[in-house]
T-cell receptor, first 112, second 112 residues
Framework: GQQVMQIPQYQHVQEGEDFTTYCNSS?????IQWYKQRPGGHPVFLIQ?????EVKKQKRLTFQFGEAKKNSSLHITATQTTDVGTYFC????????????FGRGTQLTVWP | NAGVTQTPKFQVLKTGQSMTLQCAQD?????MSWYRQDPGMGLRLIHY???????DQGEVPNGYNVSRSTTEDFPLRLLSAAPSQTSVYFC???????????FGEGSRLTVL
């Protein structure tokens, strides 16, 4: 079964609106990663969170890792058309790369 | 720097045929993996390798074989293709230092 749950599956926003996608695991994760996949492209690494309660920012993107290390979120402020794509979280248990479990992704559409 | 190179980009097979998807990376990464991506299912791990001579199964290994004779190459073999294996396949490599996965551009496989 799916190791990491991600919601929503789809999100349509107007340019300038905010966007959030959520990731949840039933077990504690050692870290969580976020990737972006543009339509027709391949996943591209955005960030990795390791510490409990960690918050990281990349320009308009804010990433959070929950205190229990079981959930995470990605928030985009004031979306732009360049933000279009599918955002995936990927969680890992253990200290080695090993098995990295991806959520099903949130497909973001931005209307101009 | 080529990164992760997958071939072929597109392939059509008949049920029962065999083929190999090639993956090569030039970043000296220890870790390599194969994922399949189906609509609404995210990325599901097929097999992975943490170094030459070492492979392990992921979430959906049935119908696929892998080997890792060199650090650079990680081919994925379909011994008897089935329509259920129609998918987009991504190869990825990475290093435990950063955890970041680098993906190839994908191979779209159709099994008739």
């Amino acid at each position: 079964g799916q190791q990491v749950m991600q919601i929503p599956q789809y999100q349509h926003v107007q340019e300038g609106e905010d966007f959030t996608t959520y990731c949840n695991s039933s077990t504690t994760l050692s870290n969580i990663q976020w990737y972006k996949q543009r339509p027709g492209g391949h996943p591209v690494f955005l960030i990795q969170l390791v510490k409990s309660g960690e918050v990281k920012k990349q320009k308009r993107l804010t990433f959070q890792f929950g205190e229990a290390k079981k959930n995470s979120s990605l928030h985009i402020t004031a979306t732009q058309t360049t933000d279009v794509g599918t955002y995936f979280c990927a969680g890992k248990r253990g200290s080695t790369l090993g098995r990295l479990y991806f959520g099903r992704g949130t497909q973001l559409t931005v209307w101009p | 720097n080529a990164g992760v190179t997958q071939t072929p980009k597109f392939q059509v097979l008949k049920t029962g045929q065999s083929m190999t998807l090639q993956c090569a990376q030039d970043m000296n990464h220890e870790y390599m993996s194969w994922y399949r991506q189906d609509p609404g299912m995210g990325l599901r791990l097929i097999h992975y390798s943490v170094g030459a001579g070492i492979t392990d199964q992921g979430e959906v290994p049935n119908g696929y074989n892998v080997s890792r004779s060199t650090t650079e190459d990680f081919p994925l073999r379909l011994l008897s293709a089935a329509p259920s294996q129609t998918s987009v396949y991504f190869c990825a490599s990475g290093t435990p230092n950063t955890g970041e996965l680098f993906f190839g551009e994908g191979s779209r496989l159709t099994v008739l």
